[in-house]
T-cell receptor, first 111, second 113 residues
């Protein structure tokens, strides 16, 4: 089956600390992968997408970066977290007919 | 910049009532999806509409894609507490190497028993 894993599920970090969120995909090869951020009860903001290993496109200027070291691995990082980086981070991959399939998400709180 | 505005933003109703959620844009989309998201989880796809004027039914849920492919609506008949959640519409553009989606602003629905 096609599954997306996200780690960790929840994270509380102090301002100025580094960040690394991991997304791994099973059951598919060479997927297009996406990172979204979501504020509570609101829509999704696309942060990054990747069409292959080492290929990253950024949608909005921000304090975050992304990397794709392996076909099925997508990592979201920051060198120094800001309060505004708090949110629910979702990894997704393409499915048929422009649909996207989402992972379970990571809740990040920056204090 | 493509935007998808959803209305209402919040909706609290009693079990058994009907409701309609709207998703509007000034942009044309090749297809439009509706997702439902529960707290602490990722969104789950409900339906995809691809043809202008298309109507799809999923049990008590009816989805419509506008004739001009710029808007959509979701109608729920006889809402149940299990319908509670965040409803998101998402539009897909034309062409490109990816299926980048523009997500709507979200409608938070609470159905009281």
């Amino acid at each position: 089956s096609q599954t997306i894993h996200q780690w960790p599920a929840t994270l509380v970090q102090p301002v100025g600390s580094p960040l690394s969120l991991e997304c791994t995909v099973e059951g598919t090869s060479n997927p297009n992968l996406y990172w979204y951020r979501q504020a509570a009860g609101r829509g999704l903001q696309l942060l990054f997408y990747s069409v292959g290993i080492g290929q990253i496109s950024s949608e909005v200027p921000q304090n975050l970066s992304a990397s794709r070291p392996q076909d099925r691995q997508f990592i979201l990082s920051s060198k120094k977290l800001l309060l505004s980086d708090s949110g629910f981070y979702l990894c997704a991959r393409d499915r048929a007919y422009n649909e996207q399939f989402f992972g379970p998400g990571t809740r990040l709180t920056v204090l | 910049t493509q935007l998808l505005e959803q209305s209402p933003q919040f909706l609290s109703i009693q079990e058994g009532e009907n409701l309609t959620v709207y998703c509007n844009s000034s942009s044309v989309f090749s297809s439009l999806q509706w997702y439902r998201q529960e707290p602490g989880e990722g969104p789950v796809l409900l339906v995809t509409v691809v043809t202008g004027g298309e109507v799809k039914k999923l049990k008590r849920l009816t989805f419509q894609f506008g004739d001009a492919r710029k808007d959509s609506s979701l109608h729920i008949t006889a809402a149940q507490p299990g319908d509670t959640g965040l409803y998101l519409c998402a539009g897909a553009g034309y062409g490109g190497a990816t299926n980048k989606l523009i997500f709507g602003t979200g409608t938070l629905l609470a159905v009281q028993p």
